[in-house]
């Protein structure tokens, strides 16, 4: 009655504070996630957020604790710890019911960092478990079904089974023109434009990453744009159409900002270094492939691999051969470990191709053969070079 009356709660009557501790804590929460996504230097905000945890943890809220294990993961993610994403990103959604449909981002996150430390098969089992509760609780949500569906295609891509990524693509293909939001649609046309392009079809790679980006103009995310177009320019230089990748390799550079994530930064340096070797411009192709070296550090190690390519690239162009024949095989041993098997492939037929101008004929050889045994193999699953992928 005197709460009332002096139009209070009395919670308030009784403690002095108009939250109870859960709302403040709540409060606090969202202050720290709000401080960590928008602040320059986010660790005190990731501080800040491990003590409200350890506080939600004591006092048995278990929402809130899951709530800053959550945004730690994320945090993790952006700073590309991957053994802490997948930890933190775990420990919150088994303490939650935060459902695929709610928090897509979290999902998709976590599946990225199972991939990334060589766990596809993980992602793959992720992904499926989001479409049966999609399926369960919102099976005419087709947005959603698209979106896991696209997911799941990249980690089994991940994994080398490409015959299964094309599978699940093709069973939501027809339904693409229905769909009102463009960022599924988008993420579909990137799901084909990956396949097609590790299928060898880089024609029909480029017709799908271009539909993504026109999609993406019209969308104006700039973070997603500056991917396709990291894509698209990577298609292209496979394709040996320099002039034309350099353009798109320039847009993703403008549109990931001074401060891209470590995994986009470690890609783009890696095909800036790859370009510069097709220039002719080691120095420069050396420099980028170093700092594509420590963008992916020990967290992206299929990206990894890929910079120690570039720069096994650019040191090829110098006189030191023995240096650049050293690197060549970090590269490959690290492809073939956690890279895919396209780039595992290239690898060696780019250091058969030096080995030869080098001189070096029986060991450019021997490369060569282990490139045409590598295409050989069956693509229908994972196999002993990429079975860690």
């Excluded at 090829?316 to 492809?335: K, N, P």
Aim: aromatic content about 4%.
């Amino acid at each position: 009655m005197l709460a009332r009356k002096l139009g209070v709660s009395a919670d308030y009557l009784e403690t002095g504070s108009e939250l109870r501790d859960t709302d403040e804590r709540e409060l606090k929460i969202a202050d720290a996630e709000l401080e960590l996504r928008l602040a320059e230097h986010p660790d005190k905000a990731e501080a800040k957020l491990a003590v409200l945890r350890d506080e939600a943890v004591d006092a048995g809220d278990t929402v809130a604790a899951a709530r800053a294990n959550i945004a730690l993961g994320l945090a993790a993610a952006s700073a590309g710890r991957t053994d802490a994403t997948i930890e933190r990103l775990e420990a919150g959604l088994a303490g939650s019911q935060l459902s695929p449909s709610a928090r897509p981002d979290v999902y998709a996150t976590l599946g990225r960092a199972y991939s990334a430390s060589g766990r596809p098969d993980l992602a793959v089992e992720l992904f499926e478990r989001c479409l049966e509760e999609l399926e369960a609780g919102s099976p005419g949500d087709t947005t959603a079904r698209l979106r896991f569906t696209s997911y799941l295609s990249y980690a089994l891509t991940d994994r080398g089974d490409l015959e299964r990524a094309q599978e699940v693509l093709d069973e939501v293909l027809d339904k693409a023109e229905e769909l009102t939001d463009p960022y599924s649609r988008v993420r579909l046309y990137w799901s084909l434009a990956r396949l097609t392009e590790l299928q060898g079809k880089s024609v029909a790679a480029l017709g799908y990453i271009r539909r993504a980006i026109a999609l993406l103009e019209v969308t104006d995310d700039t973070l997603h744009l500056g991917r396709a177009h990291l894509l698209c320019g990577s298609i292209m230089l496979s394709q040996g159409r320099i002039d034309e990748a350099v353009r798109h390799v320039e847009l993703a550079e403008k549109l990931f900002g001074p401060n891209p994530e470590p995994e986009d930064r470690a890609n783009l340096y890696t095909d800036q270094a790859r370009l510069a070797a097709r220039l002719g411009r080691p120095e420069e192709a050396i420099a980028r492939a170093r700092a594509a070296l420590d963008a992916a550090g020990d967290d992206y190690l299929a990206e990894k691999g890929n910079a120690l390519w570039a720069l096994a690239e650019g040191l090829s162009l110098t006189e030191d051969v023995d240096a650049a024949d050293s690197v060549y095989g970090e590269a490959t041993a690290l492809l073939g470990a956690h890279g895919l098997r396209r780039d595992h492939l290239e690898a060696y037929r780019s250091w058969g191709a030096f080995l030869r101008r080098a001189g070096r004929e029986g060991e450019a050889l021997e490369m060569l053969e282990r490139a045409d045994n590598l295409a050989a193999e069956p693509a229908g699953g994972p196999q002993p070079h990429d079975a860690q992928q």
